[in-house]
């Protein structure tokens, strides 16, 4: 079997794919739940939903670096990755060991895309359809109930030194969107910008968004960041801001009680 993937590379795979080595955590959580964790052999330490994974499969690194070795010893048939997670050099080295399939996700229909995809992959399409026409329903239905009012403007911090905030073109910025917020962080500007917080208050946010990854902000950071903005700052759950696939769909309640929260500021 040929496949396209979301860099439009020819993927040449087998019939038979019994052994799989996935390098994205949100990746890892979909073939899960599309039951495939008997063959998932590899994964990375960030691969922590389900969390009893990582107990009973090989940990071969993190996103950026891994132990070709470990990986070379699975024989995996197929090994997942990520344009924006993994590294071009990494899918080169890889591609020695077995096919290599990279996702390429900004925008909510990549997301499905990647799902069905995986569908025609894994054999799994009864479940995938089901998995789409859910995500589907899901979003029209949260946004339906999303009240009309000015888009707020929000700065989504996702690093700390230095401090970065995610940019549009950006699976985050899609996210920011169904919520109705607009990015203070516009197109001429990188996908993840670095800033002095002295130059925030010149950004005009709303409201200030603090991820909870990739660096694990807290109340502290909260503090830090109000001695130059004086608006409001919250914390959120990054995994529902970033994270794809089937994690999309516990999403879209997450996103109504965050919703709640912001209501006063419309």
């Known amino acids: 079997m040929i496949i396209k993937d979301q860099l439009q590379r020819d993927v040449h795979l087998g019939d038979n794919l019994q052994r799989i080595v996935s390098l994205v955590p949100s990746q890892t959580e979909l073939l899960y739940d599309l039951g495939l964790e008997n063959e998932i052999g590899g994964i990375t330490k960030f691969c922590i939903h389900p969390n009893h994974l990582r107990k009973n ?10 132990h070709f ?3 070379r010893d699975l024989k995996p048939d197929i090994i997942l990755c990520n344009k924006e997670e993994n590294t071009k050099e990494m899918v080169k080295e890889l591609e020695k060991i077995a096919p290599v399939h990279v996702s390429d996700i900004k925008t909510f229909e990549d997301s499905l895309e990647l799902i069905d995809q995986y569908g025609r992959i894994f054999n799994r399409e009864h479940l995938t359809f ?7 329903s899901a979003k029209e239905n949260f946004q339906k109930t999303l009240k009309e009012g000015r888009n707020l403007k929000v700065a989504y911090f996702i690093w700390r ?3 970065m905030l995610a ?5 985050i910025d899609t996210l920011l969107k169904i919520n109705k917020l ?6 001429n500007r990188s996908r993840y910008p670095t800033i002095d917080l002295k130059d925030l208050e010149s950004l005009r946010p709303d409201v200030v968004l603090l991820s909870s ?14 001695k130059h903005f004086e608006g409001k700052i919250q914390l959120v759950d990054g995994e529902y801001f970033s994270w794809y696939g089937s994690r999309l769909l516990p999403a879209f309640d ?3 009680k965050f919703q709640m929260k912001l209501s006063s500021l419309r």
């Open 254 to 256: 997450y996103f109504r």
């Open 130 to 136: 089901r998995f789409i026409e859910d995500l589907k």
């Open 161 to 163: 030194d230095p401090w």
């Open 213 to 226: 990854e990739p660096f694990p902000f807290r109340e502290k950071h909260k503090k830090e960041i109000s």
């Open 69 to 71: 070795d470990r990986i």
């Open 182 to 187: 607009e990015n203070v962080i516009q197109a």
């Open 167 to 171: 940019g549009s073109g950006t699976f």
């Open 57 to 66: 499969t090989r940990i071969v690194g993190g996103t950026k670096q891994v």
